[in-house]
């Protein structure tokens, strides 16, 4: 599955399933994002390891990742984490960042699009996000999508300087995740090519 896409700007953006062959762009992808948005990161990605066991992740089939490429560079990585058995088989975790100038462009709406498609095709019915306390604008973005904050663990979680930060979960049914994401495009104005 490769979807071609062009984004508000009219810059066209392949969306596809990540592959073994993307471990470079990858790595690069990760270094290239700004401090700031590396501290908030579940794992450090400074490493290649790190970068590698994320693509290796998949073959068990628990975790579905996308990346977008403008050209030859990943310009945005995207990741649904799913529990195979048992009590939380039903719910899916997703995972989005998207490079700084991809930003503001719909390529968040897009990668969150074809996540959701995955969700539908492998049945779960409800979608969670989590994030540290400081990542406004990620919460802002997830509340326009249908989400809503859930629960907050005060001091749960520690940011890649090691600053303990309260982490919040936020949720929604993939149902009203579908019509609000679906509302929120049709106000945009972009094209879809395939």
């Known amino acids: 599955m490769s979807r071609e896409v062009k984004l508000k700007d009219g810059a066209p953006v392949e969306i596809r399933p990540m592959a073994g062959e993307d471990l470079d762009r990858s790595f690069a992808f990760f270094q290239a994002l700004p401090a700031k948005d590396r501290a908030y990161l579940r794992r450090s990605v400074s490493s290649r390891d790190v970068v590698r066991e994320r693509i290796e992740e998949m073959a068990s089939g628990s975790v579905k990742r996308l990346v977008a490429l403008a050209g030859d560079q990943i310009v945005a990585d995207a990741a649904l984490?799913?529990?195979?058995?048992?009590?939380?088989?039903?719910?899916?975790?997703?995972?989005?960042?998207v490079a700084r100038r991809y930003?503001?462009?719909?390529?968040?709406?897009?990668?969150?699009?074809?996540?959701?498609?995955?969700?539908?095709e492998?049945?779960?019915?409800e979608i969670i996000v989590k994030m540290m306390r400081p990542q406004l604008a990620a919460r802002s973005i997830f509340r326009k999508l249908g989400?809503?904050?859930?629960?907050?663990l005060p001091d749960y979680v520690k940011d890649a300087k090691g600053h303990k930060q309260d982490m919040i979960l936020m949720r929604c049914e993939l149902e009203s995740l579908w019509q609000e994401l679906e509302d929120f495009i049709a106000t945009w104005d972009w094209q879809r090519t395939r």
């Open 81 to 97: 984490e799913l529990e195979r058995r048992g009590w939380k088989e039903h719910v899916g975790e997703l995972r989005l960042i």
């Open 103 to 120: 930003r503001r462009k719909g390529l968040g709406l897009l990668m969150a699009r074809e996540l959701y498609s995955i969700a539908a």
């Open 122 to 125: 492998v049945k779960v019915e």
């Open 147 to 152: 989400f809503h904050e859930e629960t907050v």
